[in-house]
């Protein structure tokens, strides 16, 4: 079975552009979970998508949004980028919504100049 | 305010030695804890992870050792090999948010041949 799927692998984009990155889960899994990864902050919860709904959201601004579709597969959007913005972008999938294992894709590595 | 608090921050060990990693929480409506391992340009893998209605959870040369009155938890990785090498974070997440999993800062291994 293959695993999570991130697109695009790297990213580099300027201040006050936005980004859209892309994740795929595990098949059939249906809960999406986004965390962002830095060395100074360590990995940190932004949202939790299941059943196209935010489940849970983390505590970065209303910049970082995200969305999930009937498929599972899940968008996330950072708008006016700022340079604290650059970071690997980690997505993670789960079988249904409560359940604990989560499995991770490689990330996305943006880099804002 | 961190949740999860992960020591030591890196540990070098010898091939065939004990690794040993430790964590503390402050929530007690934590009920799950996982342990991550992750190489460069990877995502985080999970290992193994640990519920608080055990003591201790073994998975081949990982094992998990949870006390909860004390709310720690560390992974031990015995007969440590090369391949071990890696940084691991150790996490929590409670009922109701089980999307929401709150890492420690990580622990760099580095095992010696």
């Known amino acids: 079975k293959a695993g999570v799927t991130q697109t695009p692998r790297y990213l580099i984009k300027t201040r006050g552009q936005q980004v859209t990155l892309s994740c795929s889960p595990i098949s059939g899994h249906r809960s999406v979970s986004w965390y962002q990864q830095t060395p100074g902050q360590g990995l940190q919860f932004l949202f939790e998508?299941?059943?196209?709904?935010?489940?849970n959201k983390g505590n970065f601004p209303g910049r970082f949004s995200g969305r999930q579709f009937s498929n599972s597969r899940s968008e996330m959007n950072v708008s006016t980028l700022e340079l604290g913005d650059s970071a690997l972008y980690l997505c993670?999938?789960?079988?249904?919504?409560?359940?604990?294992?989560?499995?991770f894709g490689p990330g996305t590595r943006l880099t804002v100049l | 305010q961190q949740q999860v608090k992960q020591s030591p921050q890196s540990l070098i060990v010898q091939k065939g030695g004990i690794s040993i990693i430790n964590c503390a929480y402050e929530?007690?409506?934590?009920?799950?804890f996982p342990w991550y391992q992750q190489f460069p340009g990877k995502g985080p893998a999970l290992l193994i992870a640990?519920?608080?209605?055990?003591s201790e959870k073994k998975e081949g040369r990982f094992t998990i050792s949870f006390n909860k009155s004390a709310k720690q938890f560390s992974l031990h990785i015995m007969d440590s090999q090369p391949g071990d090498s890696a940084t691991y974070f150790c996490?929590?997440?409670?009922?109701?948010?089980?999307?929401?999993?709150?890492f420690g800062k990580g622990t760099k291994l580095s095992v010696k041949p």
């Open positions: 640990i519920r608080p209605d055990v």
């Open positions: 993670a999938s789960s079988l249904e919504f409560g359940k604990n294992e989560q499995f």
């Open positions: 996490a929590a997440s409670m009922m109701g948010s089980q999307g929401n999993l709150i």
């Open positions: 929530n007690t409506a934590f009920d799950y």
């Open positions: 998508y299941f059943s196209e709904t935010q489940r």
